[in-house]
């Protein structure tokens, strides 16, 4: 018979090595359990050392035990005995599959994270040592995410041992290595001291720069942001913005791809509006790539990349590269300036440049508008129209009211979800004149999402412009639809009084909607019919007790017996929300 402080890890070691994946990985998963059976000094000198011996070779079995050693620390007796769980994770670090490594090499940084300096010291920077020296170069690669744990903690002559290695990983045989030193290089320079920062990491980083792998170059360009935020500006300027620059010239594209797409950061780290000025021809180059997918990038960043200019150097500058990029033989990268021009009125302002845009934009909205909900946003901001009302009223109103109608779906629905915006920028009277009857021909659709969005487009304006003016304008002109011979425009028009009983509170909601509602219960078809119950489900927390009692649960009741089942149900439902709410109260 096994002896009962045994049976554990017994039964933990037995279901290891069962041939069935899933009742193994299902052990690993309740390795904390087991750990809390049979105490701390059990599990440091029983648990944790068979783990190590573990031969198992499924990459997710090793996945899940080096993801449950990372918050092992607790269930090992704390951070005092944290080195306990670095073997079995430096194991990890050099198995093949990349997944099991950089899962130990995040579970080794929360657990040295935690360690105090002493035993950082003894058992985590001999590891990582170990580690930067293996034979196999996966235990090198793994080596490369520990050393910003490593270096803060470790004495003087450690650290000068430290970034000594990490020079040496730099310039190692295998490309899969310097990648990872160069992709690490970031987080490890935050850690040293300026001084070093400056000589040895700035070093190591323009020697990464020049790789003969565009991998490693490549992941060498997120290190320039991160290094010109780190340096002094006068520093960054001098190193980090001819790397830059050079990077938007690499005869690789993906390099340049990536320049593209981080060019955004990097100006960030190089600093004030001249010195970014510098970056100016950089961008352009990219603009103008012979490669479709860094036209792409570069394009996505026009907007962003604006306003960190002047805007006559935007205007001489980037809009001509605007106007090439807007007749690109790349689809794509049509779809990608469409998507990122939006915002670019609010940069430019009332000008000629921004008028040239107009026209530009709607030259190629055909096109794009039916990929991408471009249209009123390029001229509209949270913080008022840049372009003001005259070319509103001269260019987008027009534009609005034919892509109104289009025939498809999508564009129209673009065109119902900027009409708030637009509501709040022009005010009542305009919006009265010129759009209010758009947006109740909108409810006629024949498509069900543009009338749910009509119906929520209402709410919307009825919030905007105040209860009044919706009881004037919205009502009325909603109460005469439902009598419509389509039953579909009547369900529709349910779905507006439920919408807007929340903005019009109790008083109108009992004079004007809810007669309309129970009118409505007399409907022959049975969808209309359970749609009202629904709406009058809903009117419940609107209305006061004695409304509820006199006028709805009457009509409740009398739908609870019709001869539809759906019908039936959805009172029951109702008359049951309804008893909920008298109780409350």
């Keep these: 018979m096994i002896d009962e402080p045994l049976y554990p890890i017994s039964i933990l070691i037995d279901e290891l090595k069962n041939e069935d994946i899933q009742l193994r990985l299902s052990t690993i998963r309740r390795l904390s359990t087991v750990a809390r059976a049979v105490g701390e000094e059990r599990t440091r000198k029983e648990l944790i050392p068979f783990l190590c011996e573990n031969n198992d070779d499924d990459d997710e079995v090793l996945l899940a035990i080096a993801e449950e050693l990372g918050v092992f620390i607790p269930y090992v007796g704390g951070v005092e005995y944290a080195h306990v769980l670095l073997p079995p994770l430096e194991t990890f670090c050099t198995v093949e599959e990349t997944c099991v490594r950089d899962k130990a090499v995040e579970s080794l ?26 034979e196999w170069f996966t235990a090198r690669v793994s080596s490369c995410g520990l050393f910003h744990i490593a270096y803060p903690s470790a004495p003087e002559l450690l650290k000068a041992e430290l970034r000594s290695t990490y020079g040496q990983l730099c310039q190692d045989d295998m490309p899969m290595v310097r990648r990872s030193a160069a992709s690490n290089l970031g987080k490890f320079a935050a850690t040293v001291e300026p001084s070093h920062l400056k000589t040895d990491i700035m070093s190591l980083f323009e020697d990464l720069t020049h790789d003969d792998q565009d991998s490693v170059r490549l992941l060498a360009v997120e290190g320039c942001a991160v290094l010109g935020k780190l340096l002094e500006p006068q520093d960054c300027v001098s190193h980090v913005l001819p790397l830059i620059i ?13 320049v593209a797409s981080q060019l955004y950061e990097l100006c960030e780290a190089v600093g004030p509006e001249p010195t970014r000025a510098d970056l100016l021809p950089a961008y352009v180059r990219l603009l103008r790539d012979n490669e479709a997918e860094v036209r792409i990038a570069a394009a996505g960043k026009v907007t962003k990349f604006c306003r960190i200019l002047n805007p006559q150097l935007a205007l001489q500058h980037i809009l001509p590269c605007v106007k090439e990029l807007s007749s690109d033989s790349s689809q794509h990268v049509r779809s990608a300036l469409a998507s990122a021009i939006m915002g670019m009125a609010p940069v430019l302002g009332k000008n000629s440049g921004l008028l040239w845009l107009t026209d530009l934009h709607w030259s ?8 991408s909900k471009v249209l009123p946003a390029l001229f509209l901001s949270s913080h008022g129209i840049v372009i003001g009302i005259d070319l509103l009223y001269q260019s987008l109103l027009p534009a609005i009211f034919e892509l109104a109608e289009d025939r498809h779906w999508r564009v129209r629905l673009a065109i119902i979800e900027y009409i708030p915006l637009l509501a709040r920028q022009l005010g009542v009277d305009f919006f009265d004149d010129k759009l209010g009857a758009l947006c109740m021909q909108w409810l006629e659709d024949k498509v069900y999402s543009i009338r749910d969005a009509a119906a929520n487009n209402l709410k919307r304006l009825a919030e905007e412009f105040g209860p009044d003016w919706a009881t004037q304008n919205i009502i009325p002109q909603v109460l005469n639809m439902i009598n419509t011979p389509h039953y579909l425009l009547r369900m529709t028009i349910l779905h507006v009084i439920s919408l807007l009983a929340t903005v019009m509170g109790s008083d109108i909601t009992c004079q004007r909607l809810l007669p309309v509602v129970i009118n409505a219960s007399k409907d022959r078809v049975p969808n209309i019919k359970f749609n009202v119950a629904k709406v009058l489900q809903s009117l419940i927390p609107i209305v006061d007790r004695t409304v509820v009692e006199q006028m709805i649960r009457p009509c409740l009741v009398e739908l609870s017996e019709d001869p539809d089942v759906d019908v039936r149900n959805f009172a029951t439902q109702a008359l049951q929300a309804s008893d909920q709410a008298m109780m409350s109260n």
């Design 109 to 134: 940084c929360r657990i040295g994270a935690q360690m105090k300096e002493s035993d950082q010291a003894d058992w985590f920077i001999p590891m990582v040592k170990r580690l930067a020296g293996g």
């Design 246 to 258: 050079n990077f938007s010239q690499d005869k690789s594209w993906r390099v340049r791809y990536m």
């Design 364 to 371: 190629w909205l055909p096109e794009n508008m039916r990929k």
